[in-house]
């Protein structure tokens, strides 16, 4: 139980005291601007689902955190189910990368604890204290933020861990560890249906975060998987969030200063609002001109300047390779110059990875939108608002580009355009034509704009 009991680092969060007095004033300036900070804050954000057997976001997360033998991690399983033994597989994959790490013992569901008693404990506080990283666990987002920031106040535990961050250290978690990371956060928000129809209740389906990741970003995590980007958008809008992240399973975004580092098995989404634009006297959910981009593992982009880096696989002697050219061959001698404006209609876009899909359909397409439905209703539906769908215009803008690797594999797609329209969909339990079914009239192209 002394595996973080180390030393404080000398003059830790403390402005150089060798500096002379104008200098010292030019960092502390700079410190308070974001810019040219000494600690190198660093959040990782880690999609759910995160194997046991992924070396490459296992090793950066202890080399982020100070490499084999300088990690110190404290573990908080407070949002799990069973937080014992969620913390021991841990515990017990950051040991085996080369780190420190011990549970600290802080959950609502752990057997035998008194968890106000150790939230308030001065000597768990101090492991925290003397840590270099700290990782929350997966489960029920809601168990963190009600246990470590109460009414939105902060405990002296979750002051130490802001303490580690500050300090340059690492916070990383993993799928309700992921979701806390940003200032607002979806609490419990599991049907993106309701969410775009407009169910978006404070302190229900979303919450206050922790803001690791500053007040800019949003992130969401099991983002590809389940369709998540349905949930995003909603949020973004009302928050005033420009910038949106969702992270995919077994996948992490390495969130440090204005920099994004993508790893891991996936990828993830990032989405700009610059341009966006929203209609209210459509009465529901909708936007358009927001911009899409799939980074995948070993890409990196800088928020800053709008800048994304490929992985260096993705290049040929120093030159990209468009996603259009690579997959040319695929509409070669196929008609492809007689197609329509439309090139297909996915009537599932939440579906799991639907909207990456349908983003390198349009780069590999000659049609100028690919179109997409989503329109879930459930049994004996009967009120307008639950019988909304959404149609999904994707189509491209003046830098909308992608690359691939050589195996054809791995991909990375900028600046995708997306519309979003609510429409109404028929009652289901009534009889209709086939021409008549969701979807034969809103693939007109007047039907979505």
Known sequence: MDALRTPPRPNSGRLPLALPRWGRALLATALLLGAGSVAAQTAIVIGGALRADNDAVWQRIVQEAGGPGQARFAVLATAAANPELSAKLIVDVLRKHGAQAEHIPVAPRLEGADLQKNLHDPELIEKIRHANGVFFSGGAQGFIVDTLQPDGKRTAMLDAIWDVYRDGGVVAGTSAGAAIMSRVMFRDALNVMEVMRGTMRDGHEIDQGLGFVGDELFVDQHFLKRGRIGRMLPLMLAKGYRFGLGVEENSAAVVHGGRIDIIGG??????????????????????????????????????????????????AAGAAVPVQAAMQVSTQGQGASSRGPVDSFQPDILGDNRIVQAM??????????????????????????????????????????????????????????????????????????????PGAALIAPAGLR
């Open 266 to 315: 996936r990828g993830a989404l990032l989405v700009d609002l610059r341009d966006a634009r929203s209609d209210p006297a459509l009465g529901m959910f909708n936007v358009r001109g927001a911009r899409l981009s799939y980074l995948d593992n070993g890409d990196r982009h800088d928020l800053r300047s709008g800048v994304t880096s490929p992985a260096a696989r993705k290049t």
């Open 360 to 437: 390198a359909e349009l780069l590999s397409s000659p049609a100028a939108e690919v179109r997409a439905m989503a329109a879930r209703i459930r049994p004996g539906a009967t009120e307008a608002r639950d019988r909304t769908g959404f149609v999904f215009r994707l189509y491209r803008g003046a830098g909308t580009q992608g690359w691939i690797d050589a195996e054809g594999k791995d991909v990375t797609l900028l600046d995708v355009r997306l519309d979003i329209r609510p429409v109404r969909l028929p009652d289901p339990n009534a009889a209709a034509p086939a021409s008549a079914m």
